[in-house]
């Protein structure tokens, strides 16, 4: 099975920071990785596909990047409406695996 | 838009079986793979299983392999996880998703069911 390491597991920023975060996969994956935003209380939500495709209606201040085993999301001037928790989810091969999650939070 | 709705879920006694449902509209549900994905209460979030369009081509979690099977019926738009053996460990939010193809990320995700497993 792939394993996904995402860091860091929690992020204090201010709004109108830039924040990146990162995902390593253990093997391998292309660009078979998505973001996925998540507030509490509610589904995930798609921001990024295919490493570096934003999803139709989300802010261009998310980008993605990366290839192979090293991929990161970076958010590049946040909004209060971005703190949230985010994971990523590789899916280059079954079982598809997720990131332990990101919580985004107030400074 | 695309909606996705899952019912089924409650509490049930370890052992013990539960169905879940997910109604699908505003997409061709024919033409999309699916997929379940759960979350314990205040953990990340786990993929349990995915089937292809006609239903042959599934996928399971080890954790769920032989316990869960994922099906499908095209003609009434609907996702179904028929679970057995449950235990304590699969207490979980379960959501629906679908996924324009097997190989494909799960993109949009219902507002997801909550069952406990308890005694």
């Known amino acids: 099975d792939i394993q996904m390491t995402q860091s860091p597991s929690s992020l204090s920023a201010s709004v109108g920071d830039r924040v990146t975060i990162t995902c390593r996969a253990s093997?391998?994956?292309?660009?078979?990785l998505g973001w996925y935003q998540q507030k509490p209380g509610r589904a995930p939500k798609r921001l990024i596909y295919?490493?570096?495709t934003l999803q139709s209606g989300v802010p261009s201040r998310f980008s993605g990047s990366g290839s192979g085993t090293e991929f990161t999301l970076t958010i590049s001037s946040l909004q209060p409406e971005d703190f949230a928790t985010y994971y990523c989810l590789q899916y280059d091969s079954y079982p598809r695996t997720f990131g332990q999650g990101t919580n985004l939070e107030i400074k | 838009d695309v909606q996705l709705l899952e019912s089924g879920g409650g509490l049930v006694q370890p052992g013990g079986s539960l169905r879940l449902s997910c109604a699908a509209s505003g997409f061709t549900f024919s033409s999309y793979a699916m997929s379940w994905v759960r979350q314990a209460p205040g953990k990340g979030l786990e993929w349990v299983s995915s089937?292809?369009?006609?239903?042959?081509?599934?996928f399971y979690a080890d954790s769920v392999k032989g316990r869960f099977t994922i099906s499908r019926d095209n003609s009434r738009n609907t996702l179904y996880l028929q679970m057995n053996s449950l235990r304590a460990e699969d207490t979980a939010v379960y959501y629906c998703a679908n996924q324009r193809y097997t190989s494909s990320s799960v993109d949009y995700w219902g507002p997801g069911t909550l069952v406990t497993v308890s005694s």
């Open positions: 089937i292809g369009t006609r239903g042959p081509d599934t």
């Open positions: 295919a490493a570096s």
């Open positions: 093997q391998g994956i292309r660009d078979d």
